[in-house]
């Protein structure tokens, strides 16, 4: 019942026929009403910047408005909350898309003498209290509107019983009229005269509330051809859309979140205007597989101070923290030290963190293949892909005794060495042991006697400071055919903050070689790295 009349579809148009009385069979009367001040519709008759373009930007006031006044008020602790105000604003806001007031009139009883066919309206349906500012009539085919449109389809399909019903009734806000003459203009030709962003928001609310699928889809393709920015993202992403829109619009909200996902890729770099940005921009940009931040540690933390500081409120907070945000977190990349906190975090419901938590232990603790199964899975992809980290995961095995020690396992994938050379790094994430941090760096460089490139791996200290620390250190690699850990260096050295210590040529050949297809080092793809540390107690 929706056929594509559009040109560009290959149907026909029937452009011709639009508001023709020789091509009609039916009045359409418009009546236009003031709209809400509140909600869509309030202002811009007939110039397209009112409805939804009008109501997002209050939305936007208003959050800006409620954030100043969290920056002020954060010690009290009944202040007011900027996003149950925008729910608040929401839901307002959608009992306020009423079904559309129509109706088909019916012929006075007493046609007169002049042989009128009843094209009068009955007084009764004016609101008391909602003045109409004006009436249109246009001619209408009703076999067109009700191709095009589910709502048109019933509304001539309901109560016409006799041939002299010729006319329909739609009550409209101001704002709308524009709207809905270039939506009812789409019907017949499948074109809109314009390409203005504001203006076509309208009318595909429009479309959405008369159910015309078609025209959802033709304003959702023309804003998505459109440059965007940060505001249109969100605003596409905050549309208060029936379950037909949802669908219609989908190519137009993908656009939106790899928008934001692709703007705020770096996310370190745009912390602070992230800190502004609302839950539904949130979620598409943490979403992103190639989000640049140094750890997943990094991301959790972010989450946190982001809730904290848009919902003050403990309660409102743990509910948005458990089906919203904690969804994002891949806590099977996050370190053993952080998913510790995880589980002492009071804004987090302790059976979601025990499980979390745990979740990542046991991945953790898989088979490679079946970790890389996990990650590239649809289904379980959002929870165990790598995202691009600056700092590459680590596996850490600790233990207290008989004297501290550690044991780090790192991998890198073919292309990730690859891209090292000829002068690349790659830093780990940092692990701690006796209280100290460390991390491993793999690195390209030239052999000591500067003849050739070759592989190289170290080990470096984090916290800077006065102390000290003896570690015996062992660097181990898996090798072929057996896949089993070969040692390939140990020593013994004394860090202070901000050393580090290794071998320039861990596997004693040139880089062309450690490369080859036929490399012993690589199994499946991927290079296995061991690093064990101890602490012997003097």
């Not at 079946?370 to 980290?389: G, I, M, P, S, W």
């Not at 070689?513 to 602490?535: K, N, P, Y």
Request: hydrophobic share 35%; aromatic share 10%.
């Amino acid at each position: 019942m929706d056929p594509d009349f559009s040109p560009g579809g290959g149907g026909p148009s029937f452009e011709f026929a639009f508001n023709e009385v020789n091509f009609s069979d039916r009045e359409l009367r418009i009546e236009v009403v003031a709209g809400d001040d509140d909600a869509p519709g309030s202002s811009g008759a007939g110039a397209g910047g009112g409805g939804l373009a009008d109501w997002a930007r209050h939305r936007k006031r208003r959050r800006e408005e409620l954030l100043k006044e969290k920056e002020s008020t954060t010690h009290m602790s009944d202040q007011t909350n900027c996003n149950e105000v925008e729910a608040e604003e929401c839901d307002a806001y959608e009992e306020n898309q009423e079904e559309p007031v129509a109706m088909i009139e019916e012929s006075p009883p007493d046609v007169g003498q002049d042989g009128d066919d009843g094209q009068g309206i009955d007084s009764s349906w004016t609101v008391v209290g909602t003045p109409v500012l004006r009436v249109k009539t246009i001619y209408i085919s009703s076999a067109i509107l009700a191709a095009k449109s589910p709502f048109f389809f019933k509304l001539f399909s309901n109560g016409m019983k006799e041939s002299d019903q010729r006319h329909a009734t739609l009550r409209i806000t101001d704002s709308e009229e524009t709207a809905l003459m270039e939506l009812l203009s789409f019907m017949y030709s499948g074109k809109l005269t314009t390409t203005e962003p504001n203006l076509l928001l309208d009318i595909l609310m429009a479309a959405d509330k008369f159910e015309v699928v078609s025209c959802m889809r033709y304003c959702s393709q023309l804003l998505t051809s459109l440059p965007m920015t940060t505001e249109s993202a969100l605003l596409y992403l905050d549309l208060p859309c029936s379950i037909s829109m949802a669908a219609a619009v989908q190519p137009l909200t993908d656009a939106a979140k790899d928008f934001l996902a692709v703007k705020y890729k770096d996310l370190t770099k745009f912390q602070d205007e992230v800190m502004n940005i609302p839950l539904a921009g949130i979620e598409a940009i943490l979403s992103s597989n190639d989000l640049q931040v140094a750890s997943e540690d990094t991301i959790y933390d972010f989450l946190l101070r982001w809730a904290r500081a848009q919902y003050p409120k403990s309660e409102e907070r743990r509910e948005i923290l458990s089906s919203r945000l904690l969804p994002l977190v891949r806590f099977s990349h996050m370190t053993c030290r952080k998913l510790r906190k995880v589980l002492t975090c009071t804004d987090i419901d302790h059976e979601q963190a025990t499980k979390c938590v745990t979740e990542a232990l046991l991945y953790k603790a898989d088979a490679p293949h079946r970790q890389r199964a996990l990650a590239a899975d649809a289904v379980t992809c959002r929870k165990f892909a790598e995202r691009a980290y600056k700092y590459r995961p680590l596996k850490v095995v600790e233990f207290d005794r008989p004297y501290p020690q550690c044991i780090a396992y790192l991998d890198l994938k073919r292309e990730e060495c690859s891209r090292l050379f000829p002068s690349g790094r790659i830093y780990s994430q940092a692990f701690h042991l006796a209280g100290q941090g460390f991390f491993l760096s793999a690195h390209c460089n030239m052999e000591q006697q500067s003849t050739f490139y070759c592989f190289g791996l170290f080990l470096g200290m984090q916290e800077k400071g006065s102390m000290s620390v003896t570690v015996d250190y062992e660097f181990a690699a898996r090798t072929r055919p057996s896949g089993e850990f070969v040692s390939k260096y140990k020593g013994n050295y004394t860090f202070t903050g901000g050393k580090a210590v290794g071998y320039r040529n861990l596997f004693a050949i040139p880089w062309q070689t450690f490369m080859a297809d036929d490399s012993l080092f690589f199994i499946d793809g991927m290079l296995h790295l061991r690093a064990e540390l101890t602490i012997k107690q003097p």
